[in-house]
């Protein structure tokens, strides 16, 4: 009897009066477009230091900007660079970013510029890690710094929620995956009113986010693909094979992430790590190709742009090699997240085995491994779907989706996270 009160008490939960939310709407508002703003400045500028890095600067010294060389030059620079950041500027730039996630603790404001300064080096310099941890990071302690001063009586944990909501809709286009994020985190804590009254600030802050970014900066997600028709029983059982395949990759990757993290730990000193991984990184690059070097977004629409002009066995060593890249950048002390450099390397896969067996379609073999690769290296469902869907421009892809991610989600729950503790043992 009171179990069945108390189901009825949560069926019949009152749901919250507008004027309760009305006033969280210019707050989320200003939080999504300061989120997709500060993304689009840090990558900006990143792209602008990019160019003239890979492009004038090796031309007027004479040398390819491709070439082993300067791949080599530009990965140990960068390492030195970075490692000077994190020596000498205050804050060190943040924690380990082998310790972050997607869910950051607001960090104190004196280590935001130093954080911003090495990711904006990091991307312009190649190696294999995207800007949303750090990006992430910073937008959730300004909003949280300015928040607590702007709206007192509002809940503290309001801010960093509507920070990571429009981060990552300003990130990757999708603000339902942002609010559905926003709903794993609210599953285990005692909540008031509806769900969906409790995402509304959420989910407005990530739309506006994401178009925001998408008004201003126009990235390019879908890889323009060929679409795929009505789905057929061959396409399920490719679907079923490729997610899991493509996760037990990643979870390969998973567990060697704390072995050579604590590798590179025992030279104690940034200035040591760092440019140690832009060695290594430099000599991963002269085998995989300079496709293999950066965030990976702009690669994998090159990749896509001709499908046949790489055999199974160079797109399977371009993958293999961006997840080992990826490996190092995260370990070494590179100010970066991993879900951009995931998806090269799952798309690297999915042409694989477009490649390997021509009846399954480019666009189901990119969508599956992007998903399989991702669940294994973030446990991150919801982004994981939504990125895989939006790389292919595919009605019929979604449900697919869904299902390839069932035999992948149970080859990777449970198992080591690519994130460690503080004491080096990985998250679970």
């Given at each position: 009897?009171?179990?069945?009160?108390?189901?009825?008490?949560?069926?019949?939960?009152?749901?919250?009066?507008?004027?309760?939310?009305?006033?969280?709407?210019?707050?989320?508002?200003?939080?999504?477009?300061?989120?997709?703003?500060?993304?689009?400045?840090?990558?900006?500028?990143?792209?602008?230091?990019?160019?003239?890095?890979?492009?004038?600067?090796?031309?007027?010294?004479?040398?390819?900007?491709?070439?082993?060389?300067?791949?080599?030059?530009?990965?140990?620079?960068?390492?030195?660079?970075?490692?000077?950041?994190?020596?000498?500027?205050?804050?060190?730039a943040g924690p380990d970013p082998a310790t972050t996630?997607?869910?950051?603790?607001?960090?104190?404001?004196?280590?935001?510029?130093?954080?911003?300064?090495?990711?904006?080096?990091?991307?312009?310099?190649?190696?294999?890690?995207?800007?949303?941890?750090?990006?992430?990071?910073?937008?959730?302690?300004?909003?949280?710094?300015?928040?607590?001063?702007?709206?007192?009586?509002?809940?503290?944990?309001?801010?960093?929620?509507?920070?990571?909501?429009?981060?990552?809709?300003?990130?990757?286009?999708?603000?339902?995956?942002?609010?559905?994020?926003?709903?794993?985190?609210?599953?285990?804590?005692?909540?008031?009113?509806?769900?969906?009254?409790?995402?509304?600030?959420?989910?407005?802050?990530?739309?506006?986010?994401?178009?925001?970014?998408?008004?201003?900066?126009?990235?390019?997600?879908?890889?323009?693909?060929?679409?795929?028709?009505?789905?057929?029983?061959?396409?399920?059982?490719?679907?079923?094979?490729?997610?899991?395949?493509?996760?037990?990759?990643?979870?390969?990757?998973?567990?060697?992430?704390?072995?050579?993290?604590?590798?590179?730990?025992?030279?104690?000193?940034?200035?040591?790590?760092?440019?140690?991984?832009?060695?290594?990184?430099?000599?991963?690059?002269?085998?995989?190709?300079?496709?293999?070097?950066?965030?990976?977004?702009?690669?994998?629409?090159?990749?896509?742009?001709?499908?046949?002009?790489?055999?199974?066995?160079?797109?399977?060593?371009?993958?293999?090699?961006?997840?080992?890249?990826?490996?190092?950048?995260?370990?070494?002390?590179?100010?970066?997240?991993?879900?951009?450099p995931a998806v090269f390397i799952g798309t690297a896969?999915?042409?694989?085995?477009?490649?390997?067996?021509?009846?399954?379609?480019?666009?189901?073999?990119?969508?599956?491994?992007?998903?399989?690769?991702?669940?294994?290296?973030?446990?991150?469902?919801?982004?994981?779907?939504?990125?895989?869907?939006?790389?292919?421009?595919?009605?019929?892809?979604?449900?697919?989706?869904?299902?390839?991610?069932?035999?992948?989600?149970?080859?990777?729950?449970?198992?080591?996270?690519?994130?460690?503790?503080?004491?080096?043992?990985?998250?679970?």
């Amino acid at each position: 009897m009171a179990q069945d009160t108390e189901q009825q008490a949560r069926t019949t939960r009152p749901a919250t009066p507008a004027r309760t939310l009305l006033p969280l709407v210019l707050p989320a508002v200003a939080v999504g477009v300061g989120a997709s703003l500060l993304y689009i400045g840090v990558s900006s500028a990143a792209e602008q230091l990019q160019h003239v890095l890979w492009g004038p600067l090796p031309h007027a010294l004479g040398v390819g900007p491709y070439s082993v060389l300067w791949m080599f030059v530009m990965l140990v620079a960068t390492g030195i660079a970075v490692g000077l950041v994190v020596w000498k500027v205050p804050g060190h730039a943040g924690p380990d970013p082998a310790t972050t996630g997607l869910n950051a603790p607001a960090l104190p404001p004196l280590v935001l510029p130093g954080l911003l300064l090495a990711t904006a080096l990091m991307l312009a310099g190649g190696p294999s890690l995207g800007p949303e941890n750090p990006i992430i990071a910073v937008n959730v302690s300004v909003a949280a710094w300015l928040g607590g001063r702007w709206m007192r009586r509002a809940p503290g944990a309001l801010w960093p929620m509507l920070a990571e909501a429009g981060t990552i809709g300003a990130l990757f286009g999708t603000p339902v995956a942002a609010a559905l994020v926003i709903s794993e985190a609210l599953a285990g804590r005692p909540i008031r009113g509806m769900l969906w009254d409790n995402l509304f600030a959420p989910l407005t802050a990530a739309a506006v986010g994401a178009m925001t970014t998408t008004l201003l900066f126009r990235p390019a997600f879908d890889l323009g693909l060929p679409a795929m028709g009505a789905p057929h029983w061959q396409d399920v059982l490719a679907a079923v094979v490729i997610a899991p395949a493509a996760a037990l990759l990643g979870l390969c990757a998973v567990a060697a992430f704390p072995y050579v993290h604590a590798a590179f730990q025992r030279l104690r000193h940034p200035m040591l790590m760092l440019p140690a991984g832009g060695v290594v990184l430099g000599a991963l690059a002269a085998l995989g190709g300079h496709l293999t070097l950066f965030k990976g977004l702009a690669e994998v629409s090159e990749l896509a742009h001709d499908p046949a002009g790489w055999t199974a066995g160079q797109f399977a060593l371009m993958a293999v090699v961006k997840l080992a890249a990826l490996v190092v950048a995260a370990s070494s002390g590179f100010r970066g997240g991993r879900i951009f450099p995931a998806v090269f390397i799952g798309t690297a896969l999915g042409l694989c085995a477009h490649a390997l067996v021509p009846g399954v379609p480019a666009a189901l073999g990119v969508a599956t491994a992007v998903l399989g690769i991702l669940l294994a290296i973030t446990r991150q469902g919801w982004v994981s779907l939504f990125t895989a869907a939006v790389l292919v421009a595919s009605p019929a892809i979604i449900a697919l989706l869904c299902i390839a991610s069932l035999p992948a989600w149970l080859l990777v729950t449970g198992r080591p996270q690519m994130q460690l503790r503080e004491d080096g043992t990985p998250v679970r």
